[in-house]
Nanobody, 123 residues
């Protein structure tokens, strides 16, 4: 069993930066692929970024070049550095984990989810 707890969300202005953190429990964290998803009001949950144990990563086109996903296996933590934030980035951001190193953008492919953290970007 893996438990995920996100933190770092908040209210910022257009162009600002935020760093989200996701702390994971479980001794096998380093073998898990980790991802960030987001869900805006009235919209479906969408993929943001994913990373595996070796640092291989993938991003959605809407955040590539602005967001950076990273992980610290010693701290059982994955991060999402968000720069040049836009109002359309406003959403609840969720951390997710899957018990494989294979990355996927498909939300059903993840076994564990955090409770989410709100990010609001004002114009």
């Amino acid at each position: 069993q893996v438990q995920l707890v996100e933190s770092g969300g908040g209210l910022v202005q257009t162009g600002d930066s935020l760093r989200l953190s996701c702390a994971a429990s479980g001794r096998t964290f380093s073998s898990y692929a980790m991802a960030w998803f987001r869900q805006a009001p009235g919209k479906e949950r969408e993929f943001v970024a994913a990373i595996n144990w070796s640092g291989a990563n993938t991003y959605s086109g809407s955040v590539k070049g602005r967001f950076t996903i990273s992980r610290d296996n010693a701290k059982n933590t994955v991060y999402l550095q968000m720069n040049s934030l836009k109002p359309e980035d406003t959403a609840v951001y969720y951390c997710a984990a899957r018990s494989t190193a294979i990355l996927t953008e498909w939300s059903n492919g993840y076994d564990y989810w955090g409770q989410g953290t709100q990010v609001t970007v004002s114009s």
